[in-house]
């Protein structure tokens, strides 16, 4: 029989698997807001985006009260799991459910209405959960690009539509 462990034992099967090395992604649900202490990796404005200073995505804030962090440190899975027990935060490891693709501004502009109003879409956010050619994506807008986070089982059928206009080729990242 399994263990049991306590939802608020610091030694959840959670946050233990999540403390034994930094995933490749990860969803962040959160029943509350979560603390301000976290705000700068789970920013609390909806549709707000957090950078590197590269300039490499690492959080989405893309719908109310869901996160999609890229590429976590081990010092974000820590300050995550310890919010998680005490801020009824739910942490799932999506390594290998999402794709990015980024599209050039011009090009995205000129592809990206034939399947969705961007303006209505995005409405003064920097991200948002939106159904494009009927997959369901994470829109991001960058300063001179989008990005477009789709779940894998979906990236065939979005790279289809993408492709329909026979001058433009998209590669995947």
Known sequence: MPAQHSPTSPETPLVANL??????????????????AIEWLLPRRPGAVVCSAAGQTRSLHFAPRRWLLI?????????????????????????????SLNLGAVLAESILPRGI????????????????????????????????????SYRAALGYHLQCDPHHKIAPQ
Do not use: H
Request: proline share 8%; with cysteine; aromatic share 4%.
């Open 19 to 36: 403390n034994s090395g930094a995933p490749a992604a990860v969803e962040v649900n959160s029943l509350t807001q979560p603390p301000a």
């Open 71 to 99: 590429a976590p440190t081990e010092e974000d899975i820590s300050s995550i799991g310890q919010a998680a027990v005490a801020d009824c935060l739910v942490v799932v490891d999506v390594a290998g459910k999402w794709q």
């Open 117 to 152: 109003d961007l303006t209505a879409a995005l409405c003064e956010r920097s991200c948002a959960a939106v159904e494009l050619f009927d997959c369901p994506v994470i829109l991001v807008s960058k300063p001179r690009e989008y990005e477009i986070w789709v779940p894998c």
